[in-house]
């Protein structure tokens, strides 16, 4: 049996559970893999421990009716995460706290903990391998453990472990996507006629933009993705503070309909190449010719274009954003490190 501590039960945690739950004996009969959540810390949820592990059926029911996970009728109460991670005998931590690009915490705290305690971890935080990824994998290594971070770019649309395990075999000179959702839409929208703040605010009832837009608009969350993929498929050692970021908002319907005329479309496109040995990257609106496949990926999808050296460029399009979609891709790193 797998054991899970789950840190976090916002909408990917409580996913999570819920994907887990309707797949447990589909990845045991198909993967081996017997997995169970035996602890949840939430910040705001409550904190839930039971040993032998959590009929999920019964704490998504009983979550839904009271909001907290502690109405699960039996179990260990009241601890917070760092508790949680010491005491509840897991083999994996799910580490799914809100990001945080300027400090990494609270999430870097846990993942050092989990690590340093010889337990597995994966994580959908961007904020702990976009600021320390090179300190963490080492700690990792060190405790014979593995670091998975696949859900922390394009949620569960394959982009990290494309890069550094599928294209094994080739060099991976640069890169160059569409990794936010939420900026697309804006812009798609916008060539369909809205205007920016219209369409923006179209989006955040949509629930594709926070009420506070800056991480999407301007360009930071694009930031943190491109320096995980910078320095976990490129080998790089980048900080948010290294790439260079314009974000979205200075773009008008005029340069727009510019761009249409000329065959092409403005995309927020985040990249990394490599030029003498030197990793450099940006963010920032650009415009796409139309026969580039980014051209035509639009509304909230994302898409990845990886340069190689033999298989030339590779590009993957999905989902890149949604409690769903990013339970999914910790569930492909829960078999991967199963495996």
């Known amino acids: 049996m797998t054991k899970i501590a789950l840190i976090g039960f916002g909408v990917v945690g409580q996913s999570f559970a819920r994907v887990l739950s309707q797949k447990q004996q589909e990845l045991k009969e198909l993967h081996g893999l017997d997995a169970h959540i035996v602890a949840i810390s939430g910040r705001s949820k409550g904190s839930l421990m039971v040993k032998e592990g959590i009929e999920l059926e019964h704490l998504l029911a009983s979550f839904e009716d009271n909001g907290t996970v502690e109405s699960y009728p039996t179990g260990i109460k009241g601890l917070d995460s760092i508790q949680t991670i010491k005491e ?16 990494g915490e609270p999430g870097l705290s846990h993942i050092r903990k989990a690590l340093s305690m010889g337990k597995h971890v994966i994580t959908c935080n961007k904020g702990p391998p976009a600021l320390a990824y090179n300190e963490l ?6 405790n014979g453990v593995k670091f998975r971070i696949e859900s922390t770019v394009m949620a569960g649309t394959p982009a990290v472990n494309l890069g550094k395990e599928t294209l094994a075999g080739n060099k991976v000179n640069g890169f160059k996507g569409i990794i936010n959702g939420t900026t697309n839409y804006i812009l798609t929208k916008m060539e369909q006629g ?26 930071w969350d694009a930031v943190g993705k491109v320096v995980i993929l910078a320095n976990t498929v490129m080998g790089a050692d980048l900080k948010p503070s290294d790439v260079e970021r314009e974000g979205i908002t200075g773009i008008t319907p005029t340069m727009i309909d510019e761009a249409k005329r000329e065959n092409m479309r403005i995309k927020l496109i985040a990249q990394a190449h490599i030029e ?18 980014l051209a035509n990926v639009n509304g909230t999808m994302n898409a990845l274009t990886y340069m190689t050296d033999g298989l030339q460029d590779v590009t993957v399009i999905g989902r890149g954003a949604g409690g769903v979609e990013t339970a999914h891709g910790i569930i492909s790193d829960l078999i991967a490190i199963y495996r």
Do not use: C, F
Not at 276 to 293: C, I, Y
């Open 88 to 103: 509840s005998g897991a083999d994996v931590v799910v580490e799914v706290t809100g990001t945080n690009l300027e400090t």
């Open 137 to 142: 994998k080492g700690l990792a290594d060190e």
């Open 194 to 219: 809205g205007g920016y703040d219209a369409t923006l605010k179209e989006a955040q009832e949509l629930g594709y933009a926070e009420a506070d837009p800056a991480g999407d608009v301007e360009g």
């Open 276 to 293: 003498d040995g030197v990793v450099s990257a940006k963010v920032a609106p650009e415009r796409v010719h139309m026969t580039d496949p």
